[in-house]
Nanobody
Framework: VQLVESGGGSVQSGGSLRLSCKGFGFSFSGFGLRWYRQVPGEEEREWLATIVSTGDSTNYADSVRGRFSISRDNAENTVYLQMNNLKPEDTAVYYC????????????????WGQGTQVTVAS
């Protein structure tokens, strides 16, 4: 199982970015997916958004509701995070997450994380 994020970068306050996360090694369309972020120096990752397997239902943290939007394209095995009206406090490493799930080889995977992508918002 592998998750690969992309799309991070540096933007000015008020700008937008779209993050992508492509999944490999499991039946992507069968599982919910989540986005988290982590500020350097902080121990905890902050949950941001969840999307169910079909994409019909989503949920957001209060800190990003109304500015961020999670979506997925199961044909492309990709989940997205559209981030609008970015603020300096959104600066963090962003991760996608899946699990628990069953891999293509039949192994149970409790939790799978991507490598993260850096987002920096300048004031």
């Amino acid at each position: 199982v592998q998750l690969v994020e992309s799309g991070g970068g540096s933007v000015q306050s008020g700008g937008s970015l779209r993050l992508s996360c492509k999944g490999f090694g499991f039946s992507f369309s069968g599982f919910g997916l989540r986005w988290y972020r982590q500020v350097p120096g902080e121990e905890e990752r902050e949950w941001l958004a969840t999307i169910v397997s079909t994409g019909d239902s989503t949920n957001y943290a209060d800190s990003v509701r109304g500015r961020f939007s999670i979506s997925r394209d199961n044909a492309e095995n990709t989940v997205y995070l559209q981030m609008n009206n970015l603020k300096p406090e959104d600066t963090a490493v962003y991760y996608c997450n899946a699990g628990p799930l069953v891999s293509s080889s039949g192994a149970f995977v409790r939790d799978s994380w991507g490598q993260g992508t850096q987002v920096t918002v300048a004031s």
